[in-house]
């Protein structure tokens, strides 16, 4: 039986991938600081622990017959979190702590045995890339090569770029194989809806489900105008699953190229709940880029993936759950 190990698996696309994992007959060991929110984790086993800790890590990365690690434990959120400078350093220290400790784990047992077997997969992010090219909500660049000359619009931005040169760099000096994937905007249900580190499509989805079946309004940070892509959550499983099993080790885009602007996201969730919704724009809150949209020709030709779900069926299915959420705390 294959043996994997998934970091940060009570979180939204680590619990995903544990699932996912499950299904394909994998021996599961999820780790976390927290079991997943909305349901019971398909682990076989599940550990609770602070991938900061250096022995804590080293207790966790240690089964002879472990072959893959899917690294998704991180200190992230949604722009309020993200934008707003008052986290900077806890998000740099506590994400880049972790990836050390993993990598630098993996090392010591390649050492070891002589030879390396494990595989590990990092999730980045699409902050990584240069503000520069964002401006433009209609066109922006996000092509893997225009990463460079780098610079990102956030401090979470440079630590997802400085650990995805690290998994790189540990790659080339000590054989780690590495698999990169810079997730674009990954949204579905069973994520964050709630509490300020909820992404946009959470976000819209609960401010709408929370109106009365009428309608109402809702504040939309910005004036709206920017644009981003999101991809549902089975796509983006699939994607990472088709790249794990390929020998490409460079970063690659995680996303979709369905790019829509957050004023016409709001419109297609108030059509898929049924309501007349109306926008209070908040010109002074963190919003991030102007523009930025998935580039799909690299996925396209290495791995042959292409998205499956459109934007309002994966919208449809998050609303229904988010507005089940809403209505169950309610109560």
């Given at each position: 039986?294959?043996?994997?190990?998934?970091?940060?698996?009570?979180?939204?696309?680590?619990?995903?991938m544990?699932?996912?994992?499950k299904?394909?007959?994998?021996?599961?060991?999820?780790?976390?600081?927290?079991?997943?929110?909305?349901?019971?984790?398909?682990a076989?086993?599940?550990?609770?622990?602070?991938l900061?800790?250096?022995?804590?890590?080293?207790?966790?990365?240690?089964?002879?017959?472990l072959?893959?690690?899917?690294?998704?434990a991180?200190?992230?959120?949604?722009?309020?979190?993200v934008?707003?400078?008052?986290?900077?350093?806890?998000?740099?220290?506590?994400?880049?702590?972790?990836?050390?400790?993993?990598?630098?784990?993996?090392?010591?047992?390649?050492?070891?045995?002589?030879?390396?077997?494990?595989?590990?997969?990092?999730?980045?992010?699409?902050?990584?890339?240069?503000?520069h090219?964002?401006?433009?909500?209609?066109?922006?660049?996000l092509?893997?090569?225009?990463a460079?000359?780098?610079?990102?619009?956030?401090?979470?931005?440079?630590e997802?770029?400085?650990?995805?040169?690290?998994?790189?760099?540990?790659?080339?000096?000590?054989?780690?194989?590495v698999?990169?994937?810079?997730?674009?905007?990954?949204?579905?249900?069973?994520?964050?809806?709630?509490?300020?580190?909820?992404?946009?499509?959470?976000?819209?989805?609960?401010?709408?489900?929370?109106?009365?079946?009428?309608?109402?309004?809702?504040?939309?940070?910005?004036?709206?105008?920017?644009?981003?892509?999101?991809?549902?959550?089975?796509?983006?499983?699939?994607?990472t699953?088709?790249?794990?099993?390929?020998?490409?080790?460079?970063?690659i885009?995680?996303?979709?190229?369905?790019?829509?602007?957050?004023?016409?996201?709001v419109?297609?969730?108030?059509?898929i709940?049924?309501?007349?919704?109306?926008?209070?724009?908040?010109?002074?809150?963190?919003?991030?880029?102007?523009?930025?949209?998935?580039?799909?020709?690299?996925?396209?030709?290495?791995?042959?993936?292409?998205?499956?779900?459109?934007?309002?069926?994966?919208?449809?299915?998050?609303?229904?759950?988010?507005?089940?959420?809403?209505?169950?705390?309610?109560?």
């Amino acid at each position: 039986m294959r043996l994997a190990l998934v970091l940060g698996a009570g979180g939204f696309i680590g619990s995903h991938m544990v699932s996912r994992l499950k299904s394909e007959g994998y021996y599961v060991i999820g780790v976390d600081l927290k079991h997943p929110e909305f349901g019971p984790s398909m682990a076989d086993t599940f550990v609770l622990g602070d991938l900061r800790s250096k022995d804590f890590v080293d207790s966790v990365i240690s089964e002879v017959d472990l072959t893959e690690v899917y690294q998704y434990a991180a200190d992230m959120g949604g722009a309020g979190f993200v934008f707003s400078g008052d986290n900077d350093a806890e998000i740099m220290h506590n994400s880049a702590l972790v990836n050390l400790n993993v990598l630098e784990r993996i090392k010591e047992l390649a050492i070891d045995r002589k030879a390396n077997k494990i595989k590990i997969f990092y999730s980045g992010s699409a902050c990584m890339y240069p503000q520069h090219n964002q401006q433009d909500p209609a066109n922006p660049n996000l092509e893997e090569s225009s990463a460079y000359p780098a610079d990102p619009d956030s401090e979470y931005g440079w630590e997802k770029l400085f650990s995805e040169r690290m998994y790189l760099a540990y790659s080339r000096n000590y054989g780690i194989p590495v698999a990169i994937g810079r997730f674009h905007n990954i949204y579905g249900p069973e994520g964050t809806w709630s509490g300020g580190r909820e992404k946009v499509p959470a976000a819209i989805c609960r401010k709408i489900a929370s109106l009365p079946d009428t309608g109402g309004q809702i504040e939309v940070w910005g004036d709206g105008n920017q644009t981003r892509s999101f991809l549902y959550i089975d796509d983006c499983i699939e994607a990472t699953r088709r790249l794990m099993a390929s020998n490409f080790q460079d970063p690659i885009n995680i996303g979709s190229e369905e790019m829509v602007s957050v004023n016409s996201l709001v419109d297609l969730v108030a059509e898929i709940a049924g309501k007349t919704v109306s926008k209070k724009h908040i010109l002074d809150a963190p919003v991030g880029v102007r523009g930025r949209n998935s580039s799909n020709a690299l996925i396209r030709s290495v791995l042959n993936w292409e998205y499956d779900y459109s934007l309002r069926s994966g919208l449809e299915k998050t609303y229904s759950w988010v507005a089940s959420q809403v209505k169950k705390t309610a109560k």
